[in-house]
DNA sequence: TCCTAAAAGATGTATAGACATAATGGGGTC
DNA sequence: GACCCCATTATGTCTATACATCTTTTAGGA
């Protein structure tokens, strides 16, 4: 059912290097409330007596909480608890294959339609390209166990993916492809959900009207757009999970 | 229509202190794919000796962007650029009264339901407390504008939260006032949708069967399970919104 | 009294050096 | 040739020190 799951921190409870020791104390502090909201925390050189270790050695766990936003760091005032910055969740999105194979259940995929196009205005929208531009335009059906399990419906903007209008997405599915090709990106997710239209109700094989969780994502590489996809699961049988513990 | 935004980067284009330049540096000739995944990066010290700096400054910057995954560092072999470790965002839930007031509408609440009552068995799936736990059960529907905006169901364990059933969460909505009074967390999220039913229809003054985006979040402090909320949005009006960009 | 300037106190950044740790590769031995 | 041991090498961690930077506080002068 679960998409995913990730932890962030390195939790080591019981302490491997001293740096490990410090962060580990410290964050209990704050966590456990012993250390309130805004209270200030020990300066860098009590806090070094206090291990009997450098300031570095400090300022280096510090610094990292600082940057995990645990504390708030001022100068000559000292360093403080932060206000917990609201809820922040780390939530991985593996490609789809690994996810139905870790649900042990065989693969498979197929690509109803396929085509390479111009860019129009409708699009602009979606990809961030200029109008004119060469995209591929692809619709996919993950399958799971033989049964629909995920339609991914694809933007790709060929002018900033080398290969791509050569490649050959009935071997390889795209998102798959993309993520060996693609070096690294920045992405924008949007979560909602949707009642199924009539021919996503079709190619899912559920009625028409189902609750569905829509995923989006729009990618970029170096800045320019790479590409944009909208993942439709059939709602009461997925779940995205996201398990989130401060720190880091 | 977005709940939240949020871009992890530190993104100095023009370089403030040499950390940051070693950083940025480095990042873009990863993030362009000049150096591609796999790619051994040059030793700390061909780095250091290329930046003019000592061999801890790189080493710093390094160990950074290890944590935030863009290289994996192996003794004696080197570091090298990592395989993006599949699509990481970062998502930061607000609490709703900010969401609603950053659409520039009135936000207003009621609490058609509140009560105190002892964990039966089936809460043990929200809340992980033990049967016979002393449990507040509360049901809150936010308003933006006037209409229903969001339907929280919630459940507060009463033995991790002092002064909860003091509380009164006709006055603030219990999201907040946790907030405020729970220092930290580790947290639990779980995003599906759902077609609403009967009840959940006439609270939020939709149609039965609409579909609706149901976030359902488990929350710790030190350990001890602290409150299980169900968020549910109508949810065609309504999506998460995550903007991530690989470094920390 | 009030404004300004200097001192003090905290973090920020960077250095050089030391030792620990782990993987690699090259012997040497059987 | 197979195996084990050790030197090599690159990263991991920590220290002690130095100077920069930014606030707050204090002291002084008009």
Chains 1, 2 share one sequence.
Request: hydrophobic letters at 40%; proline letters at 5%.
């Amino acid at each position: 059912m679960s998409v995913s799951t990730l932890v962030t921190a390195e939790r080591d409870t019981e302490a491997g290097t001293l740096h490990q020791r410090i962060l580990n104390d410290i964050e209990g502090k704050i966590v456990s409330g012993e250390w309130p909201i805004g209270h200030r925390i020990p300066f860098e050189v009590d806090l070094a007596r206090e291990y009997g270790c450098s300031r570095m050695t400090v300022n280096k766990v510090l610094t990292q909480l600082a940057r995990a936003g645990l504390i708030e760091r001022v100068k000559k005032s000292g360093s403080f608890v932060s206000q917990p910055h609201t809820q922040s969740a780390v939530l991985e999105i593996s490609d789809i294959r690994k996810e139905v194979e870790s649900l042990k259940l065989p693969y498979a995929f197929n690509v109803p339609r396929a085509g390479k196009r111009k860019a129009q205005g409708a699009d602009r929208l979606l990809l961030d390209v200029p109008v004119g531009t060469a995209i591929l335009d692809i619709t996919c059906v993950h399958l799971a166990g033989g049964k629909p399990f995920c339609l991914e419906q694809r933007l790709i903007n060929l002018a900033s993916v080398e290969g791509a209008d050569q490649a050959d997405f009935t071997k390889v599915p795209p998102g798959q492809w993309l993520l060996s090709q693609v070096p690294w990106s920045s992405a924008e997710h949007r979560i909602h959900a949707a009642a199924a239209d009539a021919t996503t109700a079709e190619q899912l094989g559920i009625e028409q009207g189902t609750a569905c969780l829509v995923i989006e994502r729009r990618t970029w590489s170096a800045g320019a757009a790479v590409t944009q996809v909208r993942l439709t699961y059939p709602g009461d049988r997925h779940a995205l999970v996201a398990t989130f513990t401060p720190s880091s």
